[in-house]
């Protein structure tokens, strides 16, 4: 397993920005799926987006396509999320987590980074 650290959280109006940061401890995201998530209180986890870090394949839920970026910086080992047009709908606790491949679980998860987009 990977330890993992968000960070970036924190309050906006909404039509805001802000950027989250997901570091690994220890090793290199290097052959990883590295996933964003989101939860609020009494709603199951949900997925936003992920990137496999050898290709910089992306992917987005819809509900935050063309809104979010997520990005790889290979020299500080960092997954980033972009998140434009914040919405307050948005607002949720946001972890990273990896996985070692396509059909493989998501089994290292960070304690999450809250984002609260008020209206």
């Known amino acids: 397993q990977v330890q993992l650290d968000e960070s970036g959280g924190g309050l906006v109006q909404a039509g805001g920005s802000l950027r989250l940061s997901c570091v690994a401890s220890?090793?290199?995201?290097?052959?990883?799926?590295i996933g964003w998530f989101r939860q609020t209180p009494g709603k199951e986890r949900e997925f936003v987006a992920r990137?496999?870090?050898?290709?910089?394949?992306?992917y987005y839920a819809d509900t935050v396509k063309g809104r979010f970026v997520i990005s790889r910086d290979n020299a500080e080992n960092m997954v980033n999320l972009q998140m434009n047009n914040l919405k307050p709908e948005d607002t949720a606790l946001y972890y990273c987590?990896?996985?070692?491949?396509?059909?493989?679980?998501?089994?290292?998860w960070g304690q999450g980074t809250q984002v609260t987009v008020s209206s």
């Open positions: 990137i496999i870090w050898n290709s910089g394949s992306t």
């Open positions: 987590a990896t996985k070692t491949g396509a059909i493989s679980q998501y089994d290292s």
């Open positions: 220890g090793r290199s995201f290097g052959g990883y799926y």
